[in-house]
């Protein structure tokens, strides 16, 4: 079986020999292509390529038809007609070049005859640098030189070490780039003073070349393996003393240490002679994280360091803290007789701290009182209290660690801008870059000497909110009038910042707002409501939200126009105030809609507008406007009023304007149940005729008019046309059209022009009609027509009069009648009986008559 395995692999190796063959003869089998001198030539030497045609190759038996090629990689350098071309090549580059022979016959393809590549190197450089290493008391002997330039040809190195006692140790390495071999012999310290021989020698086509010798022993190249299981020792948990161990070989003479605080780039070394694994550490900081490690070295002289060891990172123990804390305050008043003192403080650093701080302990007294002092234990970096306005205060804060408390910063609360002469003077804060601000200022004008220190506070500023941003602030001695604030400065963010000058108990300030960086608000205020407020308007807004804001605002913009106007609107201009909301406007015309809306500004830009508003003001217009105008009248109108003739005309113009439906009616005395149920007898009383003509005054309740006489018929009396009426003085009432029961008697019955006087024995009419005119009627004319009422029916709207009255009160009455003017703009008609729509008619019992009546 083994036998068979053996055959067919011995099969497959020669058949795989036979097709590489078959191929390279299948590659050339049309001619050959030879080089001359060598296919591996020096940089810059020109080289001869020959390519020629076995026998019966060609394209024909004429060799003119035979057109060879030669290519240097795809690039066609000569061709000759025949069946062979030689050509020479100078200038080859550093590498490997490929040329090709090929063969064109007329109407075919070119094909391939053979090839063949040049190499182009250099002889190899000498060696430099040798040296050779054993890492640690087991390890082998491994070698490192400089090759030098690379020559581009295939080179073979060969390292040998000669030792005492003739031993020698070579081995090689076949590789273009090779620059270190490992012998894998180990050196042992039996005889730590012998001396070793280490060379190597490097071989190409074109030449070799040898390193120096380098000797060394067995110090010299043994390299100590880096120190392990390192650890720290703090005894007494005390950072004064604490020892570093560790595990080193067994030949280590020397030790180097090195360790840092992990936030510290640079290292501070320490080098101790037979340590034997330990070392006592004295300048440790308390609560520091350290890093440390360690490096080893076999002689103090001779051989090379180890690499250092693995890191040991490592926490000191605590200690009592050190420092004091930077206390700072800010007093608010709250009423009359209360204040609030808020305290802020910053941490102490690890190297004050010396440990973790547990708690603050905050003191507050009153200072020369015989209160107890208010004292409070909180881990917070701040602490407030409410504590009477009366009185001085002073504070006290202090750290505590798990060792104890640091001592305490002291500090009385005064008004710290209280002294006006201690305010800094042109306060500017001008960006510095995304993350810095730098504030200058000028010393007090008056007191540059007392100041005994600068304090620069800032804080985001937001206003509006209920929660106070953090407080941030710095400290600056006297001589210096600038600082630079970068604790949590960011771009884009608006910060309130004041300058303090303080000296002893009193204090001075001036404030300024101020950014990193900037732009344009991305929105404008929104107005939130818009009030009138004696003829001006007051408009309130919401502040933009801090983070849309873009930086510090330094004005805000109005702007109004009247709505569906093309033209450009009106601003108003407001410098920014932290505490600002609303302002008043007062140059708005009264009853013209405007639309109003807001911008922002920055140093960098203005914001879009924010939203639009509509308004109309409301209020009257300018009293002095209709002051002049309105005395003027109302003199022209007492100058026309105080003429007779006027008022008269201006009356009676009234009279005919009252509508119709205003007239007062006089009741009629034929719908009285008493004037148709009871007889009346008449006594006959003389009405004196100037009493009717000038009328009686006016008692504050008329004497009724008595009747005695009976009546037993109405005698019927004649009436006006329809168009044809009275006017009464105080009435003005127009007649109303007749019913269809008065025009039909009118027709039947032709009434007579004059009422006849009943005969003596007869009862007599109790009134008699008093005529209306007509614009062409004379008193006295009966040539009017007139309309006949029924027999029951007494006249109620034309006028009546008792009728005993003599005919000289008509005419006189007549003649005091006013001229009619027809203005109104209800019609003309007859008077209908007075009527009421609810309850009873007007009886003759409850109608009382004055004489006054019966003036115009």
Known sequence: MALAVRGCSLAFIFIIMWLLIKAKIDVC???????????????????????????????????????????????????????????????????????????ACVNSDEIRICGAEISVGVAPEQPQNLSCIQKGEQGTVACTWDRGRDTHLYSEYTLQLSGPKNLTWQKQCKDYYCDHLDLGINLTPESPESSFTAKVTV???????????????????????????????????????????????????????????????????????????????????????????ISSKLHLYKGSWSDWSESLRTQTPEEEPTGMLDVWYMKQHIDYNRQQISLFWKNLSVSEARGKILHYRVTLQEVRGGKAPFQNITGHTSWTWIVPRTGNWAVAVSAANSKGSSPPTRINITNLCGAGLLAPRQVSADSGGMDYIVVTWEPPRRAPSAVQEYVVEWRELRPG?????????????????SALISENIKPYICYEIRVYALSGDQGGCSSILGNSKHKAPLSGPHINAITEEKGSILISWNSIPAQEQMGCILNYRIYWKERNSNSQPRLCEIPYRVSQ?????????????????????????????????????QGKANWEVFVAPSVCIAIVMVGIFSMRYFRQKVFVLLSALRPQWCSKEIPDPANSTWAKKYPIVEERTQLPLDRVLTGWPTPEEPEPLVINEVLHQVTPIFRHPPHSYWPEKRRGVQGHHTSEEDAVRSASSPPPQRALPAERGQPVDLYRVLRSRGPGAMPGNPASP????????????????????????TDRLAELEPQHISLSVFPSSSFHPLTFSCGEKLTLDRLKMGCDSLML
């Not at 390519?51 to 060799?63: A, E």
């Not at 020397?254 to 004295?282: I, Q």
């Not at 405007?594 to 924010?610: F, I, K, P």
């Open 786 to 809: 007139l309309a006949v009422l029924p027999d029951d029916y007494l006249p109620t709207h034309e006028g009546y009069l008792p009728s005993r009255l003599d005919e000289a009160l």
């Open 29 to 103: 089998k049309r001619g050959d292509v030879t080089v001359k001198p060598s296919h591996v030539i020096l940089l810059g030497s020109a080289v001869n390529i020959s390519c020629s045609l076995k026998p019966k190759q060609g394209c024909s038996h004429y060799s003119s038809f035979n057109r060879l090629i030669l290519y240097r990689f795809d690039r066609r350098i000569n061709f000759h007609h025949g069946h062979s071309l030689s050509s020479q090549v100078t200038d080859l580059p550093l590498g490997t070049t490929l040329f090709v022979c090929k063969l």
């Open 581 to 617: 909301n609303s302002h008043p406007i007062n140059s708005l015309q009264p009853r013209v809609t405007y639309v109003l809306w807001m911008t922002a500004l920055t140093a960098a830009g203005e914001s879009s507008q924010g939203n639009e508003r509509e308004f109309c003001l």
């Open 465 to 481: 909110g209920d929660i106070l941003p953090p407080l941030n602030w710095l400290r600056s001695p006297p001589y210096n009038v």
């Open 203 to 293: 071989i190409n086509s074109l030449g070799s070349s040898s390193s120096f010798p380098s000797t060394f022993t067995f110090l010299d190249i043994v390299r100590p393996l880096p120190p392990w299981d390192i650890r720290i020792e703090f005894q007494n948990a005390s950072v004064s003393r604490c020892t570093l161990q560790w595990q080193d070989e067994g030949l280590v003479l020397l030790n180097r240490l090195r360790y840092r605080p992990n936030d510290s780039e640079s290292w501070n070394m320490v080098d101790v002679t037979n340590a034997k694994g330990k070392h006592d550490l004295l300048d440790l900081k308390p609560f520091t994280e350290y890093e440390f490690q």
